[in-house]
């Protein structure tokens, strides 16, 4: 068994929720900006809404930094991007193709650094930088308390009145595999 699905095991609000919706990995991106992108889609929205935009955006262009900078705003647009989701895509091209971004330059890049980076581009905050870390570079350590799946998850197998702060303090006992205890919780509220 691995270290992540020991300390989950053992976890008295984890451990039953490993059982029924266990085991849980945690692979990097095949390719870092397409999930950079899908995060900056993500935002604020349902995932059935993210999925279809997703899905005419990856139609209707390549999604690599040249092709979202080349596409035009109304075909960005037309695909159900926001006039500001524009704006963030094309920031995270900027800085993709102007840094070099991909999983090499991270890879020995701790992860507040990382999320420090990320947050620098207009448009990418805590929450998309975060699901950078989980989804992009399989980082196991990262609790997005920013996300409302995870307090949803959180006030439902732990305590329905815990603040933000309360559950950051209390997802400190799945450390380092708070990755997957997050995946975990998401799963027992889908």
């Known amino acids: ?66 092709g979202v900078l080349a596409a035009d705003e109304p075909t960005l647009r037309e695909a159900g991007l926001s006039a500001a ?28 650094a990382v999320l420090a980076e990320l947050t620098d581009i207009a448009g990418v905050g805590p929450w998309s930088a975060k699901m950078v870390l989980m989804f992009g570079l399989a980082r196991e350590d990262v609790f997005p308390v920013e996300d409302l799946g995870i307090r949803a998850a959180m006030e439902e197998v732990v305590d329905p009145e815990l603040t933000r702060a309360e559950m950051r303090s209390h997802a400190e006992r799945w450390a380092p595999h708070r990755s997957y205890a997050s995946m975990l919780l998401w799963r027992a509220i889908e």
């Not at 990097?28 to 279809?52: C, G, H, K, N, Y």
């Not at 193709?97 to 890049?109: T, W």
């Open 1 to 66: 068994m691995t270290r992540h699905a020991d300390t989950l095991r053992a976890d008295p609000d984890l451990g039953p929720l490993y059982d029924t919706h266990g085991p849980i990995e945690l692979d990097p991106a095949e390719d870092l900006f397409e999930r950079t992108v899908v995060s900056i889609l993500r935002q604020q929205i349902s995932m059935d809404a993210a999925a279809a935009i997703r899905g005419r955006l990856f139609e209707e262009i390549e999604v690599t930094p040249a």
């Open 85 to 112: 989701k524009v704006e963030y895509v094309r920031n995270v091209a900027e800085a993709f193709q102007a840094e070099g971004y991909d999983l090499a330059y991270f890879a020995d890049v701790d992860d507040d």
